[in-house]
């Protein structure tokens, strides 16, 4: 097995490896706990907002943040408004567990005050962020992550090893490219990619401007006019035709014809009486 990792620009987070490693937890509360710390620090969170962000449903979810709270890594807190009145219930978000246990005595940071409630604004000017961040990766995918979101198939060791081949040949753009032209095609396999890039490299084209150009000759050439080729002899037999005078006499026709029908009605004749 191997773990093919991408380059880290923009769209990462640190996270401390202990909780990952906690026995306790089931894969599921490890999976909730590392989304809720790649969030930012004053992210509100609640149960209900949480349940639309995956598909477990609230039960589910609600089963996961007790798991947590169990575990120590998460904290109830009931908010009050600035009457004093009791409001909605906020979770807290440790990294480690031993954090959970102490108590938030003092003068809590705005950040994490169990008393104030954040600005309605916070979580949606978060999340159209997180909205145009999603479009920025739609728009830089990896090749695995094209093969993979296309519908190309399992990604076997063998295709992967092909993948890193082409990629020393031409760039990632380029590559995506050639996916790109087999899912037009509706010709969902590698074998088909490696096609397009074999013939890319036979006439030597090395980048987009490159092949972008080609593709546009090719185009243009499928488009000139199509002229039928006529044989020279079919035209020269259709002229002889039409200049040979007609020779049938087609009064004499007519006489025969007309005679023929006597005689049988003659015959006709003599085998009644």
């Known amino acids: 097995m191997a773990i093919y990792r991408v380059p880290k620009k923009g769209n990462f987070v640190v996270l401390d490896k202990g909780f990952l490693n906690d026995a306790r937890l089931s894969w599921k509360a490890k999976g909730l706990l590392a989304y809720?710390?790649?969030?930012?620090?004053?992210?509100?969170?609640?149960?209900?907002?949480?349940?639309?962000?995956?598909?477990?449903?609230?039960?589910?979810?609600?089963?996961?943040?007790k798991e947590l709270i169990q575990a120590g890594y998460l904290q109830k807190e009931q908010a009050r408004t600035a009457k004093g009145k009791f409001d909605k219930?906020?979770?807290?978000?440790?990294?480690?567990?031993?954090h959970a246990a102490l108590p938030l005595t003092g003068k809590p940071s705005a950040a994490l005050s169990p008393t104030d409630k954040p600005p309605l604004l916070t979580n949606q000017s978060l999340n159209n962020q997180?909205?145009?961040?999603?479009?920025?990766?739609?728009?830089?995918?990896?090749?695995?992550?094209?093969?993979?979101?296309?519908?190309?198939?399992?990604?076997?060791?063998?295709?992967?090893?092909?993948?890193?081949?082409?990629?020393?040949?031409?760039?990632?753009?380029?590559?995506?490219?050639?996916?790109?032209?087999?899912?037009?095609?509706?010709?969902?396999r590698w074998r088909y990619v490696e096609k397009i890039l074999q013939n890319w490299q036979a006439k030597q084209l090395k980048n987009m401007v490159e092949i972008q150009a080609d593709?546009?000759?090719?185009?243009?050439?499928?488009?000139?006019?199509?002229?039928?080729?006529?044989?020279?002899?079919?035209?020269?037999?259709?002229?002889?035709?039409?200049?040979?005078?007609?020779t049938i006499d087609f009064a004499a026709e007519r006489q025969k014809i007309l005679a023929m029908?006597?005689?049988?009605?003659e015959k006709s004749k003599s085998t009644i009486n």
């Open 215 to 246: 593709r546009q000759q090719f185009q243009a050439s499928k488009r000139g006019q199509r002229r039928e080729v006529v044989p020279k002899w079919f035209d020269q037999r259709h002229q002889q035709q039409e200049e040979q005078p007609s």
């Open 36 to 65: 809720m710390l790649s969030l930012p620090d004053d992210w509100s969170f609640c149960i209900a907002d949480l349940a639309t962000r995956s598909k477990c449903g609230r039960e589910a979810t609600t089963n996961i943040v």
């Open 261 to 265: 029908l006597e005689s049988v009605k």
């Open 130 to 188: 997180l909205l145009k961040r999603n479009d920025n990766e739609q728009e830089s995918l990896t090749v695995y992550q094209f093969y993979e979101q296309h519908g190309f198939g399992f990604r076997s060791a063998h295709i992967t090893n092909q993948m890193h081949h082409w990629l020393t040949i031409f760039s990632e753009e380029v590559v995506i490219y050639a996916m790109k032209l087999a899912v037009e095609n509706n010709v969902l």
């Open 89 to 98: 219930v906020e979770l807290f978000v440790f990294e480690a567990p031993s």
